[in-house]
């Protein structure tokens, strides 16, 4: 059991840049969402969704854009990359109980020059 | 503004001795608090949780305390071991909501 999976593990790109952050889950989860860790920060929420097709975003959603096509898959764009965005960004999923604990990848390392 | 705070940046105990982490909330609607450890160039992974209707949950050499008063919980670690070193977050949400709130981490080590 995998549960859940993100890639690539590291990036780097150019300001301006755009690009996708996979996360996957076996698990059947129902809710799936996307966190970045910075230092001395600990972990924000950039964007949930609760089923296939229903997203809505989190503390910290601005330059980031989701999509919810299917159960399993949970994509991150960044639009037009900025050092800002520097970070390690976590998926996490769950089911949907009312005190189901999440469940997280292991990471991407990004850095945007 | 911060809702779920820990204040200690970091924490140094002795092996078998006990490790207290603590966690204040700002906000009385949250009613599940969980605790995640982490290991570096990991995933958080969950360590326990409780709801606003307890007090106490234990779990092994885990036990979460949960003063609702004082909006305050705490994780007991008895006895710690070396491999407990790791980064521990506080965080609650109000139940069923997919919006877990995190605290910044509390960096527990362990010495032999």
Redesign the interface.
Known sequence: NAG?TQTPKFQVLKTGQSMTLQCAQDMNHE?M?W?RQDP??????IH???GAGIT?Q??VPNGYNVSRSTTEDFPLRLLSAAPSQTSVY?C?S?DS???E???????TQLSVL | DQQVKQNSPSLSVQEGRISILNCDYTNSMFDYFLWYKKYPAEGPTFLISISSIKDKNEDGRFTVFLNKSAKHLSLHIVPSQPGDSAVYFCAASVGGSEKLVFGKGTKLTVNP
């Not at chain 1, 604990?101 to 990471?107: A, E, R």
């Open positions: 859940v809710y969402s966190y001395g920060m600990g972990l924000r929420l949930y969704s609760v809505d989190g503390e976590f996490a769950r109980g009312w005190d604990k999440l469940f997280f990848g292991s990471g």
